[in-house]
T-cell receptor, first 114, second 112 residues
Framework: DVKVTQSSRYLVKRTGEKVFLECVQD?????MFWYRQDPGLGLRLIYF???????EKGDIPEGYSVSREKKERFSLILESASTNQTSMYLC?????????????FGPGTRLTVL | AQTVTQSQPEMSVQEAETVTLSCTYD???????LFWYKQPPSRQMILVIR??????QNATENRFSVNFQKAAKSFSLKISDSQLGDTAMYFC?????????FGTGTSLTVIP
């Protein structure tokens, strides 16, 4: 079974705190993604990574950074959390290549910033 | 630019009935894939069905089938014999290269 796990299901932080969301996949996938999910807006891509130490900005990277030191782990960092970053965060992984590559999702982290 | 549009934010269907969820997309790529994902309440997003753009035959997975109209860039999902467990948010997604583009989702409620 493909498994994508996220470090927390629910997280409550205060404005200005540094927040780390971690994602681990066990299927040796090259690609990893961080999305933000908000009602009526669907999934919006924050950052993605094709390989270790590589990262690419998605549609809404402002206020976020990422780290990929190992192939199986992709971290999302909120340098200084703000209330408008309250949201559901989804991690996903997929194989690399031009053929179809289904994305496998983690359970999500619901982050509340007070 | 790639876009995916789901024009039905919410839908409901009686148990055992059939429902169709709409999706349109836009891409200039010739080689792409289309997916429907399901996200049950408070549960993980899972793949429902996929369609390769180069295949004319519509994909089918048990009670789930698609109507893929390539020229119209339309990719609808039909759920037959709806069950209570089908209650979920459904996302249409377009895959080109290594990136995915998602619609805004349709919240489907199956009514007993």
């Amino acid at each position: 079974d493909v498994k994508v796990t996220q470090s927390s299901r629910y997280l409550v932080k205060r404005t200005g705190e540094k927040v780390f969301l971690e994602c681990v996949q066990d299927m040796d996938h090259e690609n990893m993604f961080w999305y933000r999910q908000d009602p009526g807006l669907g999934l919006r891509l924050i950052y993605f990574s094709y390989d270790v130490k590589m990262k690419e900005k998605g549609d809404i990277p402002e206020g976020y950074s990422v780290s990929r030191e190992k192939k199986e782990r992709f971290s999302l960092i909120l340098e200084s959390a703000s209330t408008n970053q309250t949201s559901m965060y989804l991690c996903a992984s997929s194989l690399y290549g031009r053929d179809y590559n289904e994305q496998f999702f983690g359970p999500g982290t619901r982050l509340t910033v007070l | 630019a790639q876009t995916v549009t789901q024009s039905q934010p919410e839908m409901s269907v009686q148990e055992a009935e059939t429902v169709t969820l709409s999706c349109t997309y836009d891409t200039s790529e010739n080689n792409y894939y289309l997916f429907w994902y399901k996200q049950p309440p408070s549960r993980q997003m899972i793949l429902v069905i996929r369609q390769e753009a180069y295949k004319q035959q519509n994909a089918t997975e048990n009670r789930f089938s698609v109507n893929f109209q390539k020229a119209a860039k339309s990719f609808s999902l039909k759920i037959s014999d709806s069950q209570l467990g089908d209650t979920a948010m459904y996302f249409c997604a377009l895959n080109t290269g290594n990136q995915f583009y998602f619609g805004t989702g349709t919240s489907l409620t199956v009514i007993p």
